[in-house]
């Protein structure tokens, strides 16, 4: 089983980024996929999540109406687009994956696998 997160990096605030998730070894259609991300000194907290199909999605207070999840289970990838960025959005970005159809988790501890993550810089 292996997640793949890329696509982090240095953006100024008010720019955009998108993340990607490669996913391989297990079958991606029967798992929710999940954002989470983790500042400096800071615990891991939920960002986004994705049911199976895609169709319906959960943000945190955050992010909502800056950030898009998607997921193209033909690739087996999920996304994640983000757009305004703020300083505050600096974090590593884990990608995760949960299996079942509980999409509104947002427990780390519910999600069994994830990708080794990526740095998200937003200066000021």
């Known amino acids: 089983v292996q997640l793949q997160a890329s696509g982090g990096g240095l953006v100024q605030a008010g720019g955009s980024l998108r993340l990607s998730c490669a996913a391989s070894g297990f079958i991606f259609s029967h798992y929710v996929m999940g954002w989470f991300r983790q500042a400096p000194g800071k615990e891991r907290e939920f960002v986004a999540s994705i049911n199976r199909s895609g169709v319906r999605k959960n943000y945190a207070d955050s992010v909502q109406s800056r950030f898009s999840i998607s997921r193209d289970n033909a690739t087996k990838t999920a996304y994640l687009q983000m757009n305004s960025l703020k300083p505050e959005d600096t974090a590593v970005y884990y990608c995760?994956?949960?299996?079942?159809?509980?999409?509104?988790?947002?427990?780390?501890?519910?999600?069994?696998?994830w990708g080794q993550g990526t740095l998200v810089t937003v200066s000021s």
């Open positions: 995760a994956a949960l299996y079942g159809t509980n999409f509104y988790s947002r427990a780390s501890r519910e999600y069994g696998y």
